[in-house]
């Protein structure tokens, strides 16, 4: 397409007016005040939709699935498997045993490090974890190299917020086993350049692990094209509930792998005599009962991000953070932190003489709501020099008038702790 054409070409438009009305809770006040919220990289809001939902599932069809004969395990069992088919097309996975359900995208990584890691890892093996990794990807392996003698080797980030990709291509060796990054810095809200990482990874013979728990929710996922061989996200985060997530990882991995957790569903036959042997995947990896009604209602919020459109919502998000970043920018002694040229709805910023934790408490007297503190990315905000920032973070339902309150709250606050 010529640059033109691409300029030309209208943006996917969103209905926010239709959009907010899906979402109960932003009927709500705070303080006598209308709710802003604005701390979706931390946890997003459930449409009706997704929370009906429940009433439904335990209304109608309540039942532990995949083991029972009877009409509501059956129907309990269908919609969970469905949901599995709907994260393969979500993701563009080949298939959909490469979907493992999990409580988030914590217990994903955990479960690589654990089943992947430990099968496969030994003193002296490397692994490369970015610094603006969210601590779920770093201390995992860190216990890793407690306990195996693993090495890992951090992938430096300039002043921008991004990463460093020749200094990345020189931290390979022929040790280099697994690369750990996430797809967008919850921190910051850098992009980053998964796909070209993913090829560098491969070239050098080692795999890639992506932590998408903050793109899944801003942009298609396609883990074919990235060559992603895990990617995880959390339902939490995609307008779903608390309680479930995915991991993603390729057949031929999952299958090579050793269970994590054991117990109930991941058997083919247990017993005392002979070896227990273990179900197939992705079930090998689902050791008890699962999160059944939360996995069903992620689904629904998959169902609802593709009704109404993740370019769309993406290029809104886009909107309200340059909006955002154009009004924060205006106050005296401001600092936004992560200025990448590609970033998805994260402002983050720390302001000279008002800290971040005061400033959260009393913007939250003006009824918006907004995250302060490390953002479990502590390392990242060492480099920068703070042990705390600001975060406004955007989703679907915000609008340029709220971002409006935002800044203006933001002057009376800052001038009333200066
Ligand atoms: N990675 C990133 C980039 C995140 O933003 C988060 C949540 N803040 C996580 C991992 C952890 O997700 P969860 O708490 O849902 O397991």
Same mark, same amino acid.
């Given at each position: 397409?010529?640059?033109?054409?691409?300029?030309?070409?209208?943006?996917?438009?969103?209905?926010?007016?239709?959009?907010?009305?899906?979402?109960?809770?932003?009927?709500?006040?705070?303080?006598?005040?209308?709710?802003? @919220?604005?701390?979706?990289?931390?946890?997003?809001?459930?449409?009706?939709?997704?929370?009906?939902?429940?009433?439904? @599932?335990?209304?109608?069809?309540?039942?532990?699935?995949?083991?029972?004969?009877?009409?509501?395990?059956?129907?309990?069992?269908?919609?969970?498997?469905?949901?599995?088919?709907?994260?393969?097309?979500?993701?563009?996975?080949?298939?959909?045993?490469?979907?493992?359900?999990?409580?988030?995208?914590?217990?994903?990584?955990?479960?690589?490090?654990?089943?992947?890691?430990?099968?496969?890892?030994?003193?002296?093996?490397?692994?490369?974890?970015?610094?603006?990794?969210?601590?779920?990807?770093?201390?995992?392996?860190?216990?890793?190299?407690?306990?195996?003698?693993?090495?890992?080797?951090?992938?430096?980030?300039?002043?921008?917020?991004?990463?460093?990709?020749?200094?990345?291509?020189?931290?390979?060796?022929?040790?280099?086993?697994?690369?750990?990054?996430?797809?967008?810095?919850?921190?910051?809200?850098?992009?980053?350049?998964?796909?070209?990482?993913?090829?560098?990874?491969?070239?050098?013979?080692?795999?890639?692990?992506?932590?998408?728990?903050?793109?899944?929710?801003?942009?298609?996922?396609?883990?074919?094209?990235?060559?992603?061989?895990?990617?995880?996200?959390?339902?939490?985060?995609?307008?779903?509930?608390?309680?479930?997530?995915?991991?993603?990882?390729?057949?031929?991995?999952?299958?090579?792998?050793?269970?994590?957790?054991?117990?109930?569903?991941?058997?083919?036959?247990?017993?005392?005599?002979?070896?227990?042997?273990?179900?197939?995947?992705?079930?090998?990896?689902?050791?008890?009962?699962?999160?059944?009604?939360?996995?069903?209602?992620?689904?629904?919020?998959?169902?609802?991000?593709?009704?109404?459109?993740?370019?769309?919502?993406?290029?809104?998000?886009?909107?309200?953070?340059?909006?955002?970043?154009?009004?924060?920018?205006?106050?005296?002694?401001?600092?936004?932190?992560?200025?990448?040229?590609?970033?998805?709805?994260?402002?983050?910023?720390?302001?000279?003489?008002?800290?971040?934790?005061?400033?959260?408490?009393?913007?939250?007297?003006?009824?918006?709501?907004?995250?302060?503190?490390?953002?479990?990315?502590?390392?990242?905000?060492?480099?920068?020099?703070?042990?705390?920032?600001?975060?406004?973070?955007?989703?679907?339902?915000?609008?340029?008038?709220?971002?409006?309150?935002?800044?203006?709250?933001?002057?009376?606050?800052?001038?009333?702790?200066?």
């Amino acid at each position: 397409m010529t640059e033109l054409a691409t300029r030309t070409m209208p943006l996917p438009s969103l209905d926010v007016a239709a959009v907010r009305a899906d979402f109960p809770i932003l009927t709500r006040q705070v303080h006598g005040r209308p709710l802003v @919220y604005l701390d979706n990289a931390a946890t997003s809001q459930t449409p009706r939709q997704v929370i009906e939902v429940f009433a439904d @599932y335990y209304g109608r069809y309540n039942a532990n699935i995949h083991r029972g004969l009877h009409t509501l395990a059956d129907e309990a069992t269908a919609a969970f498997e469905e949901t599995r088919e709907h994260v393969r097309r979500f993701l563009n996975a080949a298939e959909s045993r490469e979907i493992v359900f999990t409580r988030g995208t914590t217990e994903a990584i955990n479960l690589v490090a654990n089943a992947w890691g430990r099968a496969n890892l030994v003193a002296g093996d490397e692994v490369l974890v970015s610094r603006m990794e969210h601590h779920s990807n770093i201390v995992p392996w860190q216990l890793l190299a407690r306990e195996l003698g693993v090495v890992i080797k951090v992938i430096p980030v300039d002043d921008r917020g991004v990463l460093d990709l020749a200094a990345y291509g020189e931290l390979f060796t022929d040790r280099t086993r697994l690369v750990a990054v996430n797809h967008v810095s919850n921190a910051f809200g850098t992009i980053n350049p998964v796909r070209e990482m993913a090829a560098m990874a491969h070239d050098a013979g080692a795999m890639i692990l992506v932590d998408g728990a903050q793109a899944a929710p801003h942009q298609a996922i396609d883990v074919r094209a990235i060559d992603a061989d895990f990617y995880a996200f959390s339902a939490h985060k995609v307008y779903g509930p608390t309680g479930a997530g995915v991991l993603y990882g390729k057949a031929s991995l999952f299958e090579a792998m050793p269970p994590w957790q054991g117990g109930g569903e991941m058997i083919e036959t247990v017993s005392f005599e002979e070896p227990t042997t273990f179900a197939g995947i992705p079930h090998k990896f689902e050791a008890g009962t699962p999160a059944i009604a939360e996995v069903i209602a992620l689904g629904e919020a998959l169902a609802w991000v593709e009704r109404t459109g993740i370019e769309a919502i993406g290029a809104w998000e886009g909107r309200l953070l340059a909006h955002a970043t154009a009004g924060v920018s205006r106050i005296d002694g401001l600092r936004i932190l992560g200025t990448a040229p590609d970033k998805a709805g994260v402002l983050s910023f720390v302001v000279d003489g008002a800290h971040a934790q005061d400033i959260g408490l009393l913007i939250d007297q003006l009824g918006v709501a907004i995250r302060t503190g490390h953002h479990c990315a502590q390392p990242l905000l060492a480099q920068f020099g703070v042990d705390a920032t600001c975060r406004a973070s955007f989703a679907a339902y915000n609008t340029l008038e709220e971002v409006d309150i935002l800044v203006d709250g933001l002057h009376r606050v800052i001038g009333m702790l200066r």
